[in-house]
Each structure stands twice: as structure tokens, then as C-alpha cells.
């Protein structure tokens, strides 16, 4: 048994650029050569296949993969074998019905009798048949907003994200039957081997994420104004105090929230916080 685990991407598309940055960003040096379908990570027990995202979901439960990165929505579709190792916060989109702008939606029963174009059948089947709606599904593989336009079908169902697809083709989401993000599958059945070095990756995943959102801020304080600034800081534990060679002033640490980082600054200030540096933080192990 090969010592080695072997995870399918994207080849390209809308998951190949996070899906490469997260193993890069976990240390693991993976390139993507133009024609290259195959690599091998130079410093990581990993090799990488570069395949269509909906060949990605039943090369994982074959085994010819042992971990994939897919969206949640095709790996629905496909309803292989696979289980979600981590879920990877990236490609956030849902998949829904949409119908043209100018017709009234009753309700779910707006699709009794109607045809509706999708590339996702299978979900769709599902959702239909939990709602007693017998419809015509008609399979497209792309481009399936212009259906309605061209008198393809009455409805869609499709992913959206920001919604502008659907205003350009004059179409309106009346039911959002999932919500998807990327995430990491893998075959159930690894060996101890690779379960092991998956655990290694989802570990380095964790603690990128962990410190995505966070910055890391240093700080010059009158000593005084400990108590009031540290109440300002929520940090990791306690901020770090470093007495500095200015009399009555220390520097500290912290971590901070990107969200709140302009209105923390601002207290910061007010209540006497000099020098104040804000950093990146590229990984955060506890
Ligand atoms: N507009 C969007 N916003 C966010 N995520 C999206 C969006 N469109 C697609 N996704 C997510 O990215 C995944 C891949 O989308 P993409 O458009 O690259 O697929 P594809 O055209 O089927 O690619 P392939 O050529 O690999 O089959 C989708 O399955 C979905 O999870
Ligand atoms: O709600 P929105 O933000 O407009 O995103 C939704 C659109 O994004 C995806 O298409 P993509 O842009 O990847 O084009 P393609 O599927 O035609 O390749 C998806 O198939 C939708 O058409
Ligand atoms: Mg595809």
C-alpha cells in the first residue's frame, strides 16, 4: 500500500484557484503545469489529479481518489459514496428555482405540469417528489438561465450567488431548495495510512482558517490604562504585556477581529493607545 494520498481538483472553473491556494497556503507545494492532469506535492505525501468537478465525486468513492474538492451541490448530484472531511467555506452558492420576473408564484405548486431546465436532475427529482409536484425535468449542462428566454422550458433551476445571472435573464428565485460550499470529500473506507495524512491536512487546513479574518496588533499603552485597553481586546487568552524602556508605558499584543477592526482602533485611541501596528496572520495553532 502506497504511502501517499491522492486528492482530485478542479482542472479549472470556479474551485481550481481556492482549492490550489488552500494547499498551498497549507504548505504543501503543488503546481499546476497547462497540460499536466497528474502532480506530485514536493514536500507532502500527496499526489494530484486534475479531473471535470463531476467526475470528482465517483473517482473519490471508486477509490482511484482518495480525497476530492468538490461543491456540496455536485456531490448531492451525484449521491456517490463519499463522506465530508472538512467543509471549506469557499464557493458559497445555493441552487435554486427561478421563474420568469413577470408571472405570480403562488406557491410550490406554481410547477405542477411545467418544464424545468437544469443541469442538476437528480436534486431536483428529489425536491419535487418530497413536494408531490409531478414536472418534465429537461436536462441542460450550461447556460441554463436563457432557457425560459428562448422557450426551452417555463422554469429554471440553477445556482445562484449574487442573483445577477437571474436579473439579466429577467428570472426571479421563488425556492431555494439547498445551500452549498465547497468542501473536502473523501472515500470512507482510507486506509489508517491515508486517513492519517488526511488528518495532517485537514490539521493545516483548520489552522489557516483558523486565521482567516484575524489580525494580530501590537500596541503601546500607559500603564494605567492597562485594565481599560485589555477590557477593549478579547484576544486569543489574556494580550501579551511587554514593559518597554519608556517609563509608565508597555506594549502589547493581541488578536483582533477584521469585522471589528476599525471600530476597535478608534476605542483603541480613546483611551490612550499609541503606536498601534496591525499585522497579517497567516496560520493560528492552538
Ligand atoms: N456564481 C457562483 N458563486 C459561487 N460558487 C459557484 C458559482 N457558480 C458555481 N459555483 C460553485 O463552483 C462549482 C464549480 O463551478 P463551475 O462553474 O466551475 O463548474 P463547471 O462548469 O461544472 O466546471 P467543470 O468544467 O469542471 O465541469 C459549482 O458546482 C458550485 O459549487
Ligand atoms: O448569481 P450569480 O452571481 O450571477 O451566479 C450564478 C451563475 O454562476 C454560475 O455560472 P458561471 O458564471 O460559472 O458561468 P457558466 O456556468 O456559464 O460557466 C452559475 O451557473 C450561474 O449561472
Ligand atoms: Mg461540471
Known sequence: ????????????????????NLINE???GLSIGKRVLVSTAKNFPMDALFLRDDDIPQTVADGVADIGVVGENEMAEKDENVVIAKRLGFSKCRLSLAIPKSMDYPGVEFFEGKKIATSYPVILKKFLEENNIKAEIHVISGSVEIAPGIGLADAIFDIVSS????????????EVVMKSEAV???????????????DELIF??????RAEGKKYILLNVPNEKINEIVSLLPGMKAPTLVP?????????HSVIEEDDFWEVIGRLKKAGAEGILVIPIEKMIF
Request: glycine share 6%; charged share 25%; aromatic share 2%.
Open 1 to 20: 500500500m502506497e504511502n501517499k494520498i491522492k486528492i482530485a481538483i478542479q482542472t479549472k472553473g470556479r474551485l481550481n484557484e481556492d482549492s490550489m
Open 26 to 28: 497549507a504548505g504543501i
Open 163 to 174: 442573483g445577477s445571472t437571474l436579473v439579466s435573464n429577467r428570472l426571479k428565485e421563488v
Open 184 to 198: 473536502l470529500i473523501a472515500n470512507p473506507n482510507l486506509s489508517p495510512e491515508k486517513q492519517e495524512i488526511l
Open 204 to 209: 493545516r487546513i483548520e489552522s489557516v482558517q
Open 244 to 252: 518597554l524602556a519608556k517609563e509608565g508605558w508597555s506594549s502589547m
